[in-house]
């Protein structure tokens, strides 16, 4: 099994020269590629990532977006471009030791039929922001309520294997495209300490579970304007026309906010390659 590896970043100028040199070495074999996505970063990122990749030890392209798009969009382009067809999506904090790819690895060779494996969690040590056990708690119950195909695994993370010819279209939103037979969980160590302070405010978290967000009014709006319209058609009244008829159009306009998010176009300001020498 051949694989990308893909790194999005972000405002990573301070550590990310010191990740790239800690992670190069300890690749494991599979991995023949490395992409790294900088999200329009605000500092020197691009820039340090540039000087330091001049010898690389195996290929590495640097991709720089117009935007600052966010982590799934960044990862989104990463996977795109990527040569092989298994990719491993790696954060840049080192949250996770890069030895643990092989755990992935192993899950997926042994099922063969895979759209993604996703590394869980074992026992967390890093630090977690209240916004983050916030927001990974509601997810959890919107997961066991909307999104029945995936109640299986354990938890959703960043740190995964993607098998490309099953799921085409990783997005924000690639969860509920996921089929409960070929979606699975291992269970990864993280690092007792991460390079940086996350860069996650309530804001930030806000929009990344925008997507989730829409779905779940999505799924709502719709259910409970058919309902409306049953008792429509079985009662009759004006209230419940109205009402099924204004939910039943919200759905539609929520419909189409999630059909934008799924295609929304990423572009590319910069693109380098690195050799090995």
């Given amino acids: 099994m051949e694989l990308s590896l893909v790194i999005p970043t972000l405002n990573s100028s301070g550590f990310i020269k010191g990740v790239i040199e800690k992670i190069l070495p300890e690749l494991p074999a599979n991995v023949k590629e ?47 471009l990527a040569t092989f067809d298994y990719v491993v999506v790696f954060d840049d904090d080192l949250q996770y030791p890069i030895s643990e790819i092989h755990k992935l690895i192993q899950k997926a060779e042994s099922v063969k039929d895979f759209q993604i494996v ?4 074992e026992k967390d040590l890093s630090p977690v922001s209240n ?32 098998n490309k010819k099953e799921l085409v279209n990783y ?12 979606a699975f969980s ?7 300490t991460k390079n940086r302070k996350s860069n996650y405010t309530l804001s930030k978290y806000l929009t990344h579970f925008l997507p989730l967000l829409v779905f779940v009014l999505f799924k709502s709006t ?11 058609i079985k009662d009759g009244g004006n209230t419940m026309k109205i009402i099924s008829i204004v939910l039943l ?3 539609i306009l929520l419909k189409l906010q999630l ?7 990423v572009v590319v300001k910069d693109k380098y390659e690195f050799d090995p020498v």
């Fill in 34 to 80: 490395v992409i790294i996505v900088d999200d329009s970063s605000a500092d020197n990122t691009f820039k340090v990532l540039n000087e330091a990749l001049v010898h690389p030890s195996i290929p590495i392209r640097l991709i720089r977006l117009q935007h600052n798009y966010g982590q799934a969009y960044a990862t989104k382009i990463g996977i795109e």
């Fill in 259 to 265: 059909h934008l998010l799924k295609h929304k176009k």
């Fill in 171 to 182: 997005h924000p939103i690639y969860v509920w495209e996921l089929k409960s037979s070929k």
């Fill in 186 to 192: 291992v269970s990864v160590n993280t690092n007792t």
């Fill in 222 to 232: 719709l259910t409970i304007g058919f309902v409306a319209l049953l008792l429509y």
């Fill in 131 to 162: 916004y983050r056990k916030f927001t990974t708690t509601i997810f959890i119950v919107l997961k066991y309520l909307f999104i029945p195909q995936v109640r299986n695994l354990s938890s959703i993370t960043s740190f995964v294997l993607i």
């Fill in 249 to 251: 159009l919200l759905s």
């Fill in 118 to 121: 996703i590394g869980h969690k």
